[in-house]
């Protein structure tokens, strides 16, 4: 059972215990390496038929290949929503399971649908999903111990940022820089 599932049907997580919780971030955590294992696949298959429009000059072949392209386009938006969905579970049972392991007493978080909501937003973040799930199930994540679900995501995404810009050269010259810090 997702997150989703076991959010809408009424929660409890003061009914989980550690184990339950540790489990189902376990299967949650393969979901995600399948799902972006997926993605990947997918990325590479609709990069090759851009490259392969790109190399060849006939207007009926660029024409298939670019319906092609548009079809994959629309499955690798899917598959990021579905990887940035798991990808919000996982931290919210990082952080359920941290608010165990700390001894905060739990409660059933009531109304899920804005949790709901936010997880099924694609525009927010991993740790929004987790601090609305800690703050709706009694725990805070102001905590500075517990601090953001990936900390080290920022920087990362920010030397990406960098990279496509042209501000950084290559993957290996930002890994470089990244281990400086």
């Not at 700390?102 to 099924?120: H, Q, V, Y």
């Amino acid at each position: 059972m997702a997150l989703a599932d076991w959010l809408a049907s009424g929660a409890d997580p003061a009914k989980m215990t550690p184990e339950e919780v540790r489990r189902r971030q376990q299967l949650c955590a393969v979901r995600e390496e399948q799902a972006s294992t997926r993605l990947e696949a997918r990325l590479v298959e609709r990069d090759e038929v851009f490259r392969r429009g790109a190399a060849t000059t006939s207007t009926v072949l660029r024409r298939v290949l670019a319906r092609r392209w548009s079809l994959l386009q629309d499955e690798v938006r899917t598959m990021e929503r579905e990887l940035a969905r798991i990808s919000k579970e996982s931290a919210g049972l990082a952080v359920l399971r941290h608010l165990q392991r700390e001894g905060t007493p739990l409660k059933a978080p009531g109304d899920c649908t804005p949790l709901l909501t936010l997880l099924d937003d694609a525009s927010s973040s991993e740790d929004e999903f987790a601090a609305k799930l800690a703050t709706g199930v009694g725990g805070t994540r102001s905590d500075a111990r517990t601090g953001p679900v990936s900390a080290g995501t920022g920087t990362v995404l920010a030397a990406w940022i960098r990279i496509d810009k042209g501000e950084i050269k290559s993957a290996d010259e930002a890994l470089r820089r990244l281990d400086e810090r």
